[in-house]
């Protein structure tokens, strides 16, 4: 026997599903832009195609990102993905080895024991089928126990939260969780008839059920394990599940180079459909953990903007601090897609950059900008200078009569012309100046220049330029011997992944407690991000005391950071701790400077940002 109407709910959903990711797949790639569609296919006969299918192997099916996090979370997504493609591959070649004349229909080997109840044609392959077939069983039902149990007590696998599902997510997470013990079901009921498992199916069927009315059991069990394979595959399009098939696209495309852009485009929808809905993020977000809010997070704000449009509430709720991004396991640019989706509600119409206009920068080597919330704390941009001025740097400071912009919250709040315009006008300011290096402050700034100004000297921040200057032997410092603790900056550590100069920096002039839980890029926020409207001043400042409470030893006398906006938040939140910019503490503890008394008067004729 070779078909039965039973492995029909199964032939229908595979063929729906398979015709829609076929369809799904091309239309993706067909909407790529002409340049992208170029790079993939130049690039696709290259080795970035053979790391991209280790990368699927690795991430799709063995999940190695899930496993870093949490070892029993890795366990079950591993069990679940892994041993379901080794029962598939399994099957399929048990099928083809079995002696059969014409090509096997795809149900066939899905439901092998049912239309093959004698093995011995597979001679002595038989022994080694079963006992695997009923091996990746066992790691699979092992899996969705995990799953199940998950969802009651999400923090035994590492998650304080569990994503919150509608209703096509529930449909199709039912239906998965019943695939595997249907199928047990089935295979056991088939083993205790006629002995066809291994020591798991036929310990079920000849010990554990043999009591059961078998002969009518078995087509009943057949045909529910097939109607939930078929309606699977029906809600998989429309549900969190796409991720499966989207994820092995995105991770090819990624890896041909292919990027988010500015705006929304295909691309974006592909990351959206790519989207675990895991909850990761949800737990990973200071939102969640400092004040409680855990309905803003990506997994909530990626899920609505797929089906339709995210409230106004789902899309500022959101610090932009990308703790999420680094925490999620897929590698989806979220906060790139919240800032787009973020463009096309621009909180402000109009601004003016009409100004910038009357400003021309005086010539020198380096040019310093200190961003306006440099300009909020004056004492960084006073320390930072006298550092410059002590090595004797031949340096302009651009926007030392403030108001001068790198652009940055224009970029963010949509008006990309607005933008365009007063980048170029800097760049080209910048560039007369002759200077060869720009250097910032600001991380928030330094990425700005990084990323948008296309300029052809380094843009560096201040603590590497410091360092530079250090290791050059034009600063010296004194060991404070002072216990400190360095707070990485979001924008610094996981927007630039400058993590290393500030600490080596640092520890010329003080001794870095190692106490930091959440340091580098998995590092906390402040609390004090531009990104977000909608919290209190009291939150924000809550925020920064969860912070605290995490990094700061006892025995640290001050809190280091490298970002005016991190230094003025926590200062302004609490009591405890001092805090102080990178360049505050070394300027404190300066020993010498060679050339400080031969430049010094020569630079300090630079410093006017002249108006004109
Ligand atoms: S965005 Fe990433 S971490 Fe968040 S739910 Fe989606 S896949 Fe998981
Ligand atoms: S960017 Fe930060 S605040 Fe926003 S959702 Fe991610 S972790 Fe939360
Ligand atoms: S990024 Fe912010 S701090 Fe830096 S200059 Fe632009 S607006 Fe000012």
Redesign the pocket.
């Known amino acids: 026997m070779r078909y039965h109407p039973f492995t029909l709910p199964f032939s229908i959903g595979l063929g729906f599903i398979v015709l829609y990711i076929v369809v799904m797949w091309t239309i993706w790639i067909i909407r790529l832009s002409r340049r992208e569609q170029k790079i993939v296919w130049k690039r696709l006969f290259s080795l970035r195609t053979v790391s991209a299918i280790w990368e699927s192997i690795r991430e799709g099916l063995l999940h190695r990102n899930i496993f870093k996090r949490n070892i029993l979370l890795g366990y079950m997504h591993m069990n679940l993905a892994f041993g379901w493609f080794m029962l598939i591959v399994l099957g399929n070649l048990e099928a083809r080895l079995y002696p059969h004349g014409v090509i096997n229909p795809p149900y066939y080997p899905i439901f092998f024991e049912f239309f093959r109840h004698d093995l011995t044609p597979l001679h002595e392959y038989e022994e080694i089928f079963t006992f695997l077939m009923d091996f990746f069983l066992l790691m699979v039902i092992s899996g969705v126990s995990l799953a199940f149990f998950k969802r009651f007590r999400s923090r035994t696998l590492g998650m304080k939260r569990t994503?919150r599902h509608i209703l096509i997510d529930r449909i199709a997470i039912t239906a998965l969780w019943f695939i595997f013990p249907l199928r047990l079901f089935a295979e056991s009921v088939t083993a205790g008839l006629y002995n066809t498992g291994h020591f798991f199916t036929n310990f079920l069927g000849q010990w554990v059920i043999y009591n059961l009315p078998l002969d009518y059991l078995y087509y009943p069990a057949w045909w529910a394990y097939s109607i939930a394979l078929g309606v699977f595959f029906i809600t998989m399009p429309f549900s969190r599940y796409m991720?499966i098939p989207a994820e092995i696209l995105l991770i090819f495309l990624r890896k041909y180079g292919v990027k988010e852009k500015d705006t929304h485009s295909t691309f974006t929808k592909l990351e959206l459909s790519?989207?675990?809905?895991?909850?990761?993020?949800?737990d990973?977000c200071q939102l969640s953990t400092s004040l409680n809010i855990s309905d803003t997070?990506?997994?909530y704000f990626?899920r609505d903007l797929r089906y339709s449009q995210p409230s106004e509430r789902l899309r500022e709720t959101c610090m932009m601090c990308m703790r999420?991004l680094e925490?999620?396991?897929?590698?989806?640019e979220?906060t790139r897609i919240r800032e787009n989706e973020r463009k096309e509600y621009p909180l402000f119409t109009s601004s003016s950059y009409s100004y910038i206009n009357g400003y021309k920068y005086p010539k020198a080597k380096v040019a310093f900008f200190a961003g306006c919330m440099g300009h909020l704390t004056p004492s960084v941009i006073k320390s930072t200078l006298a550092l410059f001025d002590a090595a004797g740097v031949d340096y302009t400071f651009i926007d030392k009569n403030g108001s001068i912009c790198c652009g940055r919250p224009l970029q963010m709040n949509g008006q990309a012309d607005a933008a365009k315009q007063l980048i170029a006008k800097n760049n080209h300011l910048i560039v007369e100046s002759g200077a060869e290096v720009l250097v910032t402050s600001c991380p928030i700034c330094a990425r700005e220049f990084a990323s948008s100004y296309h300029l052809t000297i380094p843009v560096l921040h201040h603590s590497q330029y410091l360092l530079q200057l250090t290791k050059q032997n034009r600063l010296r410092f004194n060991q404070s011997g002072l216990k400190v603790t360095y707070h990485d900056p979001c924008e610094l550590s996981r927007g630039l992944n400058i993590t290393r100069e500030p600490r080596e920096l640092l520890q010329n002039a003080a001794i870095l407690s190692n106490g930091s839980k959440e340091i580098e890029s998995k590092s906390l926020c402040c609390g004090g991000s531009l990104g977000i409207t909608n919290i209190s001043m009291t939150d924000r400042y809550k925020i920064a005391n969860n912070t605290l409470d995490e990094i700061v030893t006892e025995s640290s006398s001050y809190l280091v950071t490298a970002c005016p906006m991190c230094r003025k938040t926590f200062t302004n939140a609490q009591e405890k701790i001092k805090v102080l910019d990178i360049a505050e503490i070394l300027e404190k503890n300066l020993n010498f400077a060679p050339e400080k008394a031969s430049d010094k008067v020569q630079t300090q004729a630079k410093h006017q940002a002249v108006t004109t």
């Open positions: 994503t991720h790519a989207c675990s809905r895991c909850g990761i993020c949800i990973a997070q990506p997994a990626i999420c925490a999620c396991p897929v590698g989806i979220i």
